[in-house]
């Protein structure tokens, strides 16, 4: 499984970011796939996911109503949308993929397979 993400930048605070994650065949239908991020001496923390079981969707609370996590099957391609983005979405941001279960789907040990990160700068 190869997982290759794009779309990081600079952008002021209250703007907006697409990030692009392009996977290999069948990943969404074999696994579980989200976004993690990771910002300086920090830890690696759950942002989204989408779960292979009905492709439901879940978000962490730092990002509930303001990013969305969508996949397009036919460009084997996910994507976040990123909107009123703030500085403490400051981070390195990674798309993922496991065979995670419901408890482990938001915990980075969850997931088996990740790309390259993509840095998201947000000014003040």
């Known amino acids: 499984v190869q997982l290759q993400a794009s779309g990081g930048g600079l952008v002021q605070a209250g703007g907006s970011l697409r990030l692009s994650c392009v996977v290999s065949?069948?990943?969404?239908?074999?696994?579980?796939t989200g976004w993690f991020r990771q910002a300086p001496g920090r830890e690696r923390e759950f942002v989204a996911t989408?779960?292979?079981?009905?492709?439901?969707?879940y978000y962490s609370d730092s990002v509930k109503g303001r990013f969305t996590i969508s996949r397009d099957r036919a460009k084997n391609t996910m994507y976040l949308q990123m909107n009123s983005l703030k500085p403490e979405d400051t981070a390195v941001y990674y798309c993922?993929?496991?065979?995670?279960?419901?408890?482990?789907?938001?915990?980075?040990?969850?997931?088996?397979?990740w790309g390259q990160g993509t840095q998201v700068t947000v000014s003040s």
């Open positions: 993922a993929a496991g065979r995670s279960t419901l408890s482990t789907s938001t915990t980075p040990q969850g997931y088996t397979y």
């Open positions: 989408i779960r292979l079981s009905g492709g439901t969707t």
């Open positions: 065949e069948r990943t969404f239908s074999e696994y579980t």
